[in-house]
């Protein structure tokens, strides 16, 4: 009885997984086609070919500059990132291990996310499995409340960006209802996690086993202060990003102030996180909060290309070290 209810389960999961990958596919090469109108409009309106119009961009920056400004940013957004991590682990996993430890380890899982993030995580979970003897649930719960975390760091960042520089979001909202969604985003996220603290806690819904699950050991055992400490060990590279992303685009010869880059960055990242090829979401997003220069999703795609591939070059240079850690 069991066997033939699985058996007509099969082909619904199949149907489900194929229309989820139509769906997908389908609003990535809408977000294609309104990139490829937007630079094609600007592209006529200074005469040129869309071919030409993207060109230009490309032979007007300033390439060199830029590598000096993406490499050492790398280097350091892989030291903070690596950092943040091990205090994490220290925390709710093992207090024994020590900085240089995860290091290869965290370099090397650069290299893995290149095909799935997930699998990066797992050959940190088999490291601290096979080095300290963590089981794989209680490694995986810790990355579980890092993501946790660099989203509502995001939406922190960016909702002090909204406020201080709300002028320039309401006029990027003639394109796109930006200041609505943001706002929608906002009062979920920061209703959700009184609501997160005190679940976890136990102080409500008592009766609820979903809290004793090993997926989320990390969340009972967290204080507040864990929350804030992780925060700000993370904040770095997030204000580090806007930095670099505001000299970066001026090396594109693309007049985008500091201000814009506070307000914008942060939701930018936000609408990279869907679950779309090629970040397709924040693509579009680039291209509609600045609408003068629809060329920024061309470079926001070279950004991100540039930044995971060098990373997996850290680690490259990482992998034989990881590679002793984790087999013998």
Known sequence: MTTDTNDELTP?????????????????????SLIYIRVEKTAEREQLSVIEYISNFFVQADWVSWLMLMIPYSVYFFLVDTHATWRLLRWFNTPKIRYTNILPIRASAYILSLVNEQVGK???????????????????????????????????????????????????????????????????AFCYFPFHILYFKGAIFKNSNLRDKHLFHAFRQ?????????????????????????????????????????????????????????????????????????????????????????????????????NKELFT
């Open 222 to 322: 967290a204080k507040l202060k864990h929350y804030v400490m992780l925060l700000l060990l993370k904040a770095p590279n997030l204000l580090g990003a806007v930095v670099v992303y505001t000299l970066a685009l001026s090396l594109f010869k693309v007049d985008v102030g500091f201000g814009q880059m506070v307000a914008f960055l942060p939701v930018i990242f936000l609408a990279a996180a869907l679950p779309l090829p090629f970040h397709a979401g924040a693509l579009v997003l680039w291209t509609v909060l600045f609408p003068d220069y629809p060329e920024v999703s061309v470079f926001s795609l070279i950004m991100h290309t540039f930044f995971v591939l060098f990373n997996a070059v850290i680690g490259l240079m990482f992998l034989p070290k990881a």
């Open 122 to 188: 797992g050959a940190m979970s088999l490291y601290l499995l096979r080095r300290y003897d963590v089981p794989v649930w209680k490694a995986l719960s810790s990355m579980v409340m890092l993501g946790l975390v660099e989203i509502y760091q995001l939406l922190i960042f960016s909702a002090i960006g909204v406020f201080v520089y709300y002028d320039l979001v309401v006029q990027a909202s003639s394109n796109l209802p930006v200041l609505t969604i943001v706002l929608s985003v906002y009062a979920v």
């Open 12 to 32: 619904i999961k199949k149907w489900r997984s194929i229309l989820a990958r139509l769906l997908t596919w389908s609003v990535t090469l809408a977000c294609f």
